[in-house]
């Protein structure tokens, strides 16, 4: 029998899920110089993951990664099939069959909960269905968002807070040239809300935006970002985390926020106040939210391993809107082992195990590996890793001929599975960016399923 | 905006950076990294990475760093790609402890 990974014998892998780890993952197969055939199964008829749905429509640069993963796509080894749902359409005992190795890089598809009273009621959103509705995702193309209300609660400090309270706060002369979603553009053209505030759970020394995130609250058209100067006054344990010479970026988050406080308001129209050492503990309201409570924080623990816990003190704040946007979650996937304490697919470097035992052959890259952390290059690192773990258990895989691409679509044609190839994706892909045009938009984004079907049947 | 690889980088190399940038806008030479800007997409993923500090990005670049915009821009389209991790220059431990870190 061949060698697995030579021209008689090539190595076929499926990939789940077409974010940066599934490109990245890719990329790093081809660069091995084995023979690979990769088959990268996606649920939507769109690729790209994140970076299409989750990176903010004002920040457009960002997406430029899709340029690297089209090219990646143009590889002869490689092929697309979207529109997939493994589960549903196919199973990881198909793929076993089909496929010399599964890697799965689905991401974090659900969101963190707070876990305090009132979080369901009408009124409190997660960052994580607001963030897929602006960016015309499917799965969150017809929820509504009330945004006739003043105030607006965000939780959370990281990049993800700092998107929904950007794009909140942005007017749409700063948004109309964006490939925001239509409907979503339409509905914030509508919002009444006037004081955004941003709640972090420790201080201003422990915020984890990044520096360039912050600083684009200082510069917006129609919002005065707002900081209270004894806000500012830290604690001896947070002076020594910022004295640290390698801790630049949380130095330069402190210095925005100095600098924010030091600013005196212009009078615009919106405001949005970064708030520190607060947690939410009820959501409160008729049948719909209209006030939180917030109890007060005090940090404790050594330099950069401080912890918040509350101290008591308790205030309320009226408010009609709160997003939570603690953190994105994975969510279990079929036939699987599931962390449930992380939201990840158990695994050691990439190799998927079931109570502490490795199974062979299945593997994962990204969010659903190692949680919810980092920005689009930290895939690429993690991705390459996975790959150096795959590559080492190559002699041990099972090294019959496996028949891969082929096998899955008959599998998929017998079971009258739609799935849409990336010559498709490119129409609809296409058809987007010349609707896009005649708006001033980079594209205008289809945000059913059944419409991007309609352009390729 | 725009991120740059300056001084620090010369005599280390010591390649961290490439491991996260998700478009491989690194470009080597004998000496250091640069970035090319017509790649780069500002997504700052390099600038935590770099053991000895030596990426700046548009609003923080010093002003005497300035001139290494011209260089990135100029050098990098003009030397191959570095997407891999490699070894540091010789030396670049020392010269680490030498920069303060």
Known sequence: ?457 | MTTIVTDNCQRCRFTDCVTVCPVACFHYDDEMLYIDPDVCIDCSACIPECPVQAIYEGDDIPADKEHWITINAERAPTLPVCDEKMDPLPGAEERKTELGF
């Open chain 1, 1 to 457: 029998m061949s060698q697995l990974g030579t021209t008689d014998n090539p190595l076929h892998i499926a990939i789940i899920g077409s974010g940066p780890s599934g490109f990245y993952a890719t990329e790093a197969l081809i660069k091995s110089g084995l023979a690979v055939k990769i088959d990268m199964l996606e649920r939507l008829p769109a690729p790209f993951g994140l970076v299409r749905n989750g990176v903010a429509p004002d920040h457009q640069k960002l997406k430029q990664a899709i340029q690297l993963y089209d090219k990646i796509a143009e590889a002869e080894q490689f092929n697309f099939l979207g529109n997939v749902t493994f589960g549903r359409d196919v199973t990881v005992d198909d793929l076993r069959e089909t496929h010399h190795a599964v890697i799965f890089t689905c991401g974090a598809e659900s969101d963190r909960k707070l876990g305090v009273p009132g979080e369901d009621l009408s009124g409190s959103y997660t960052a994580t269905e607001f963030v897929g509705w602006y960016n015309g995702h499917p799965d969150y193309r017809d929820r509504e968002f009330d945004l006739s209300h003043e105030v607006a609660v965000i939780i959370g400090q990281g990049n993800v807070a700092a998107d929904v309270s950007r794009i909140l706060a942005k007017t749409v002369d700063e948004l109309k040239h964006t490939d925001i979603a239509q409907h979503a553009l339409d509905r914030l053209a509508e919002s009444k809300i006037r004081e955004i505030h941003v709640i972090g759970r420790r201080g201003p020394a422990q915020a984890k935006f990044t520096p360039k995130e912050l600083r684009e609250f200082g510069e917006l058209a129609d919002c005065d970002p707002i900081v209270k100067p004894e806000d500012l006054v830290l604690n001896a344990a947070s002076q020594t985390e910022l004295e640290d010479k390698a801790n630049v970026a949380n130095q330069k988050i402190f210095q925005l926020f100095k600098e924010f406080s030091e600013r005196p308001p212009s009078g615009k129209n919106r405001r949005c106040h970064f708030r520190f050492l607060l947690s939410p503990v009820a959501l409160a309201g008729d049948g719909k939210l209209q006030k939180v409570t917030f109890e007060k924080n005090v940090l404790s623990g050594e330099p950069m391993n401080q912890s918040a816990r509350g101290a008591g003190e308790k205030f309320e704040m009226e408010a009609g809107i709160l997003f939570r946007s603690i953190g994105y979650r994975g969510v279990p996937l079929p036939g699987l082992p599931f962390d449930d304490k992380r939201g990840v697919l158990p695994n050691t470097d990439g190799r998927l195990t079931d109570n502490g035992a490795v199974i062979p052959g299945l593997y994962t890259a990204g969010w659903i590996k190692r949680g919810p952390t980092g920005i689009i290059g930290t895939n690429r690192a993690d991705s390459v890793a996975t790959i150096e773990a795959l590559l080492a258990d190559v002699p041990k895989l099972d090294n019959q001929p496996k028949t891969g691409g082929q096998g899955l679509l008959h599998l998929l044609k017998g079971r009258n599975v739609r799935y849409v190839t990336y010559q498709e994706w490119k129409k609809i892909d296409a058809r987007e960016i010349e609707l896009g045009k005649a708006k001033g938009k980079p594209r205008e984004k289809f945000t059913y399923v059944n419409e991007m079907l309609e352009i390729i049947n």
